[in-house]
């Protein structure tokens, strides 16, 4: 998501403290929301009988350019939007 989405969506997840700069709590928050949607998955996969699902903590990463290859088979995008801040969450199948 852009910096400006990630401090608006950090301030929401802190009670709407306002944020100011992306620093070490607002890339917790973020990461938190990492935390919170993995779980939620781990849990509704395991719901529809698929128990072998194993999750890493999630990893913020933060750059204006650049590309980011990861040692997995396969990446999904998952899309969606909360209260108007667009989010793409980047998932690594092995």
């Known amino acids: 998501m852009s910096l400006d989405s990630a401090k608006c969506f950090a301030s929401k997840m802190m009670m709407g403290m306002e944020i100011d700069s992306f620093e070490y709590i607002a890339q917790s928050a973020i990461a938190e929301m990492g935390n919170m949607v993995c779980a939620n998955t781990c849990t509704q996969f395991t719901n529809i009988g698929i128990d ?13 350019l650049g590309t980011v290859n990861l040692p997995v088979n396969q990446t999904i995008m998952v899309s969606f939007n909360v209260d108007g801040i667009d989010v793409n969450i980047y998932v690594g199948l092995m």
């Open 52 to 64: 072998d699902v194993d999750i890493s903590p999630p990893t913020v990463l933060i750059s204006d």
